[in-house]
C-alpha cells in the first residue's frame, strides 16, 4: 500500500471512529458505518478488526462501557437505569451483569469504589496511526500559581486522584471549575515508567496559597516560559499520541531545546460536562 493510499485508508477508517463516538446512543450497524467509510457491507467488518485490533462490535461496547464508566465515577446525580440505556441495555439488570463481566463489579460498587486498573487493563483503546503532522504553536505561558495533588503510583489510578481534587474543589471554593484553569503535570511516561514510581499532578489555578486541608493539596507554581503547544480533540486516553508527535517528530526538526520542567496538559473542558469526543486539551512542552 503506498502512503497516500495508506493517508487516504486511514482517513477513511478515522471518520468511521468519529462517527462512533458522536452517535454512541444510537443504533450502529455494520451496515451503517460501512456507507460512512465508504467500504463493502461484506469485508468492512474485517478490515476494521484488522485496521484498529478489535472488532467493530467490540470497539462500539467498549466506547459505550467507557461512556457509562465516566458517568457512575463523576456524575452521583445520575441514575443507573438511565445511565444503563444510555449504553444500550434494555434494564439495569442486564447493564449490572455486563459491567460485572467486564470489571469484577457492579455499577453500584464501581459508582463507591472505582477499581481503575482492570478498568484501564481491559478496555485500552487500540492504537491508531497519525499520518498526518499537527499544528505546532510557540507561546510565553505565565508563570501561574497552583493548587496541586500529588500522584505517585500506577497511571490507572490517577481517576483516584482526579476524585480527591474535585472533592477539595467543592468543598473549599478555592479554584472553581467554572473559571479557573485545571492542569495535568507529567512527570513520568507511563509507558517507560515503573507503575510504582510514575508521577503526576493534577493542579488548578488559584489566586493565594492554599491552606492546609485534609485532601493534601498544596501549593505550586507552573514557572513561566516559552512553550510549544499543540492541541488535542477528545479522549484524554489518547493524549500521549499528542506527546509523542511533540517530543518525535516536532522537536528534532525544530531546532530548539528543552527547558528543565515537564510536559504538561492545559484541560480546556472537563467530563462529566463535556462529552469524551467533545473534549479539547492544549499539551505544553517547555522550552528555553
Not at 514557572?223 to 511533540?246: D, I, K, Q, T
Request: net charge neutral; charged share 25%; hydrophobic share 35%.
Amino acid at each position: 500500500m503506498s502512503p497516500t493510499t495508506a493517508d487516504a485508508y486511514t482517513q477513511r477508517f478515522e471518520a468511521v471512529f468519529r462517527y462512533i463516538e458522536l452517535h454512541l446512543s444510537e443504533p450502529l450497524s455494520v451496515e451503517r458505518l460501512s456507507r460512512v467509510a465508504h467500504f463493502s457491507p461484506f469485508h468492512f467488518h474485517r478490515q476494521f478488526s484488522q485496521h484498529a485490533g478489535i472488532s467493530v462490535t467490540r470497539y462500539i461496547q467498549l466506547m459505550r462501557l467507557r461512556r457509562a464508566s465516566h458517568r457512575l465515577a463523576f456524575e452521583d446525580q445520575r441514575r443507573i437505569i438511565d445511565i444503563a440505556l444510555e449504553a444500550g441495555f434494555e434494564s439495569a439488570a442486564a447493564f449490572s451483569r455486563a459491567f460485572r463481566n467486564a470489571f469484577d463489579q457492579s455499577p453500584s460498587q464501581f459508582r463507591k469504589h472505582p477499581a481503575w486498573p482492570p478498568w484501564c487493563e481491559r478496555y485500552r483503546l487500540p492504537v491508531r496511526a497519525r499520518r498526518h503532522p499537527m499544528d505546532v504553536r510557540i507561546i510565553d505561558f505565565p508563570q501561574t500559581r497552583i493548587a496541586t495533588l500529588e500522584h505517585r503510583g500506577p497511571p490507572e489510578k490517577v481517576n483516584d486522584a482526579a476524585r480527591v481534587f474535585i472533592e477539595w474543589r467543592k468543598a473549599s471554593g478555592l479554584s472553581p471549575v467554572t473559571h479557573s484553569e485545571t492542569f495535568g503535570i507529567a512527570y513520568d511516561d507511563p509507558d517507560t515508567t515503573d507503575p510504582q514510581q510514575f508521577r503526576f499532578d493534577i493542579a488548578g489555578s488559584v489566586e493565594h496559597d492554599v491552606p492546609a486541608n485534609p485532601q493534601g493539596i498544596v501549593t505550586r507554581f507552573i514557572p513561566g516560559g516559552r512553550c510549544a503547544v499543540v492541541r488535542h480533540h477528545g479522549s484524554h486516553e489518547r493524549l500521549g499520541e499528542a506527546a509523542y508527535y511533540l517530543y518525535r517528530e516536532w522537536l528534532p526538526e525544530s531546532g530548539e531545546e528543552l527547558r528543565d520542567y515537564p510536559l504538561f496538559f492545559h484541560y480546556r473542558n472537563l467530563i462529566p460536562d463535556t462529552p469524551e469526543h467533545e473534549l479539547i486539551t492544549d499539551v505544553h512542552l517547555p522550552l528555553r
